[in-house]
């Protein structure tokens, strides 16, 4: 029975949320649930497992902080970009080398990248050394690379060590 259902929690979770994303309960919508609570397990069983390990908590309540005044920041700096001569917009991307290694904290990396208005994770490399970051405003690329490394990867790797 493990090797058709591998997480009984997983399957059960899909098959509710099946359900209740469907504005009608009917019988066809009961058995694609089953069929979706049995297929997905199965292939999420099949993916590469990267269990995370958390390090010191204490950097969290400070980068919720820097992230929230950054999302804050960012979001005036965009439209007052935007709503001004087309020519200060200065777009371009930028490569970013990184030291964190846990995939769980690049992940969260790119999302906070994301996250920030004015910019976007766009590609990490195979070998999860360098991320490709686009920049709305990239008048500066050593310094965003700073402000990225200094402000979200340093605490990041506090974090997911």
Same mark, same amino acid.
């Given at each position: 029975? +493990? ?25 066809? @919508? ?15 069983? !099949? ?14 309540? !400070? ?9 804050? !920041? ?6 007052? !970009? ?17 030291? *964190?290694?846990? *995939? @769980? ?20 490399? =195979?070998?999860?050394? @360098?991320?490709?970051? $686009?920049?709305? =405003?990239? +008048? =500066? ?7 990225? +490394? $200094? ?11």
């Amino acid at each position: 029975m +493990k090797r058709w259902i591998p997480s009984w929690p997983l399957s059960l979770t899909i098959f509710c949320f099946w359900l209740l994303m469907n504005s009608a309960l009917s019988w066809g @919508h009961a058995v694609l649930a089953v069929v979706l609570a049995i297929v997905i397990p199965l292939f999420a069983a !099949r993916l590469d497992r990267e269990f995370a390990q958390i390090g010191r908590l204490r950097q969290v309540p !400070r980068m919720l902080w820097v992230l929230g005044w950054d999302i804050v !920041r960012s979001n005036i700096e965009v439209a007052r !970009r935007v709503l001004g001569p087309e020519s200060a917009i200065t777009p371009g991307f930028v490569w970013v080398p990184l030291d *964190i290694g846990n *995939i @769980h904290g690049i992940a969260a990396l790119t999302s906070i990248i994301t996250l920030t208005p004015g910019t976007l994770s766009a590609v990490l490399s =195979d070998d999860r050394r @360098h991320l490709l970051v $686009h920049v709305f =405003d990239l +008048k =500066d690329p050593e310094a965003v690379v700073a402000q990225i +490394k $200094h402000r979200y990867e340093a605490p990041l790797m506090e974090i997911f060590p």
